[in-house]
């Protein structure tokens, strides 16, 4: 079985960004990205309301970290700290050597490669240092975007789940993606 530790944190540096930890100065970015109905369209979780609901979000994200669970970053440009998404290791099963990542980005960045830079740095993060065989993304089949980022990064459509999750009164299809480390 695999040994997770994310201490110290790992930053992450691409050719136009910064990834690092998410802390408490971020509260009115993620407040931003979290309760945006169309930055979370395809995110069947519940829309943050309150500030306080956001601080709680990223205490979340701390202890994940913490007990090694999973690991998230801020995504920022090297120029600007400023928090413009989250990216990470979601449902790590360091029995199965597997880990689910999963991505958001304000709408103004969309279309400028940011996501696919950002994928491509945590992927490798993930096959070099977490010692991950595979990795595996679960999107909404009607996200093409995120499709397009994905198979861009040579992931490839392993299954679509029909109305295999129930969310605010509706059942949502889920496609899984995922790439193994070569």
């Known amino acids: 079985m695999l040994t997770i530790n994310f201490?110290?944190?790992p930053?992450?540096?691409?050719?136009?960004?910064?990834?690092?930890?998410v802390n408490e100065n971020d509260v009115d970015e993620v407040f931003a990205l979290r309760s945006n109905r169309e930055t979370m369209k395809y995110i069947p979780r519940p829309l943050v309301k309150t500030v306080e609901?956001?601080?709680?979000?990223?205490?979340?994200?701390?202890?994940?970290?913490?007990?090694?669970?999973?690991?998230?970053?801020?995504?920022?440009?090297?120029?600007?700290?400023?928090?413009i998404g989250i990216i990470g290791h979601y449902r790590i099963k360091p029995e199965h050597?597997?880990?689910?990542?999963?991505?958001?980005?304000?709408?103004?960045?969309?279309?400028?490669?940011?996501?696919?830079?950002?994928?491509?740095?945590?992927?490798k993060y993930g096959f070099n240092e977490m010692k991950l065989h595979s990795i595996e993304a679960v999107?909404?089949?009607?996200?093409?975007?995120?499709?397009?980022?994905?198979?861009?990064?040579?992931?490839i459509k392993e299954a679509h789940f029909k109305e295999n999750e129930f969310f605010?009164?509706?059942?949502?299809?889920?496609?899984?993606?995922?790439?193994?480390?070569?």
């Open 139 to 155: 999107i909404d089949p009607e996200n093409q975007g995120s499709e397009k980022v994905l198979q861009k990064c040579g992931f």
């Open 53 to 83: 609901d956001a601080l709680e979000h990223i205490a979340m994200i701390d202890t994940k970290i913490e007990t090694n669970e999973g690991i998230n970053w801020a995504i920022t440009l090297k120029d600007d700290p400023k928090l």
């Open 11 to 21: 930053i992450l540096e691409t050719e136009r960004l910064l990834l690092r930890r």
């Open 168 to 182: 605010e009164g509706r059942f949502l299809d889920s496609v899984i993606y995922s790439i193994l480390n070569k």
């Open 7 to 9: 201490t110290p944190f």
């Open 97 to 123: 050597h597997r880990a689910e990542i999963g991505y958001m980005l304000h709408p103004e960045y969309n279309g400028k490669g940011i996501i696919t830079e950002a994928v491509q740095e945590v992927v």
